[in-house]
Structure formats: C-alpha cells, structure tokens
C-alpha cells in the first residue's frame, strides 16, 4: 500500500508541471492559422477633451474572447480561473497614460475552452490634436489595444458579431459633439525604427467642437473690440489726446485676448483660424494708432488738412471692409 501511494506521488509530481506549463504556454498559432481573437469596445463616456494637454478622458468596458480547446471540459456553465493559472494574451493599451479602474483576476471559460477576459477602466489617454482650424476643428481620438508578443499576421481580431460595439450618444463634454465613430482592425507599427507590426484593434471616436462659447466670448466681443478702435476716425483730429487713448486701450485689450487664447492650446508652431483673426485685428488696430498719432502732426496747412481729412473719411469705411475681408478669407481659404 505504501509503495503504491509513493508512486502515485512521484507520478502526480512529474505530470504536474507538465500540465502547468501547457495551460500557460501559448497555443498553435501562426500565419495560415491565425489565432482569432472577439472584442466588444463599450465607450461609457468621454468626458474630457484637453486642448492644452493633448489628451481625452474616456470610461471604457471591452469584453474580449478567444477559444483555447485545451480548456475545453465538456461541461456548462462558467468557470472562473485566476488569470495566472492559464495563458492568456497579453494586451496593451500604448496610448493610454494612466487608468483608474479595477482589472479582473480571474477569466471566464466555459466548456467549450471559449474564454472571456472583461476590462472596466477609466482613464486618461494621448492623442495629438490638429488645431488649425481651430475653434472650428474636428478631431479623431484614437483608443487602441494591442496584442504583444505576435506577429500581427499571426493574430486576427474581429469585432463580437453577437452583440455591437458603440459609443453613449450623449458624452459629458459640453462643448464637444461626437459625429461618429468606427472600427479597425488590422497591425500596429509603435515605432519605424525596424519595428514589427502587433495586431490591433482601434475605436475611432470622430467628434466636432462647438463654438458657441467661442463665438459668445471671444469672437463676439473682440468684433466689438475691434470696431471701438475705429471711432477714433469720428473724433476731431485735433484731439490727439482721446484718438491715441482708445487705440492703445484697444490694442491692450486684443493682447490680453491673445494670452487667454494661448491659455487654452499648447504651444502649437503654426497659425489657428482664431490666431490669424487676432493677428490682423491687431494689425489693424495698430495702422488706426498710427493714424491717430500722424494726422494732427501733418494737418498745419490746408492742402494737408484737407489731405489728412480725406483719409480719415476714407478709413471709416476702409477699416471695417478690411477686417471683414480678412475674416472671410481666414474663415474659408486659411
């Protein structure tokens, strides 16, 4: 009896890890067996878009699964393994820059060796953001998971046929609107530098700002801004004194609108719609300054009043066709 029971033993000691290393060693895969891989993307939320920080906050839900027929055990219902008891894909998400959330320790299998691994998280992630048309932009935020450690012709991911992926209709930023979203799969390059390509999924999520707080704000006013600088073309030009006194004031204004502006983008090396706007804004507020300095200087003849006068009646109705050109062509054209 003794001598049965010690073999027994050393039997279950031998076979043991045999059996653990096969549970946690990946299956047969390769390029004319693609290891196929289901992925349900539940975007809850997107609650954040950061213009400054080049970065969106989103509250995700994937539920993705796979078949390992090494699993398989004949019988119903679940199972709930803890996650480093068998193999399991190694995902990542390469954008994401940090998370709150709770990963699941264990994964579903049922008789059939069909494995579920769900993932609940919250979090922040990167995305460069193209800010020239700026405030009246659209933006594409990227959400990618990869699967490390495969040739991405090895790995085929499709999306869950059974249920739809989708995105909330009615996000908690104000003052963005989603126009639509998709899905790809396909490979994923992290680097160029003699990289190879993982397979990937990604939730394309197109969304479009709106500008009624622009326009309410800051567009609006600064048009205000703008056309009190052009009064200074309805004062005497004798009184230098009030002609220079609202030019420099609207001019500090439209500089102090440029700060604010700069506050809410990053510091991008190019031109934005509301940039170029400010820009000849300023420009234009300058040439009134000058002109307001100018004028009373050269007025001491008549020919030169007369002279001084002519042009202080033309730029009444120059400036604003000026500023109203400059804004249709940024608008349309830049």
Do not use: C
């Not at 908690?172 to 490979?187: A, D, K, Q």
């Amino acid at each position: 009896m003794t001598a049965v029971f010690l073999r027994f033993i050393t039997i279950a000691l031998l076979v043991l890890p045999l059996w653990g290393k096969a549970q946690t060693s990946p299956p047969k895969m390769d390029k004319e067996h693609p290891f196929e891989v289901r992925i349900l993307w539940a975007i809850l939320d997107v609650d954040e878009i950061n213009d400054a920080d080049q970065t969106f906050a989103a509250n995700i839900y994937m539920a993705i699964r796979w078949k390992d027929s090494r699993l398989a055990s004949g019988s119903e219902g679940l199972r709930h393994v803890p996650i480093n008891t068998i193999w399991h894909p190694n995902f990542v998400m390469p954008d994401l820059q940090k998370s709150w959330g709770e990963h699941p320790a264990t994964l579903e299998v049922n008789g059939e060796g069909e494995v579920v691994y769900r993932r609940k998280l919250w979090g922040t992630f990167s995305e460069p953001l193209y800010l020239h048309s700026f405030p009246f932009d659209s933006q594409e935020l990227n959400i990618r998971l990869v699967m490390t450690g495969f040739p991405a012709e090895n790995i085929k991911f499709i999306s869950e046929p059974s249920i739809p992926s989708g995105i909330t209709p009615e996000p908690s930023i104000p003052n963005w609107e989603i126009v639509g979203s998709e899905i790809i799969h396909g490979g994923y390059m992290p680097y160029k530098a003699g990289s190879a390509q993982v397979a990937s999924s990604l939730f394309k999520i197109k969304v479009k700002r709106k500008v009624g707080f622009f326009v309410l704000k800051i567009i609006l006013p600064m048009v205000l801004i703008v056309a009190m600088s052009w009064m200074v073309f309805y004062i005497p030009v004798k009184d230098i004194g009030t002609r220079v006194s609202i030019s420099v004031t609207t001019m500090l204004t439209l500089i102090a609108y440029r700060f604010m502006v700069d506050g809410l983008l990053p510091p991008i090396s190019y031109l934005n719609k509301l940039d170029v706007s400010i820009f000849f804004s300023t420009l234009l507020v300058f040439f009134t300054l000058i002109l307001a300095v100018i004028a009373p200087l050269t007025g001491g003849r008549d020919k030169q009043k007369s002279w001084v006068l002519k042009v202080n009646k033309m730029a009444r109705w120059l400036f604003p066709m000026v500023f109203v050109l400059i804004n249709i062509w940024g608008y349309f054209f830049y």
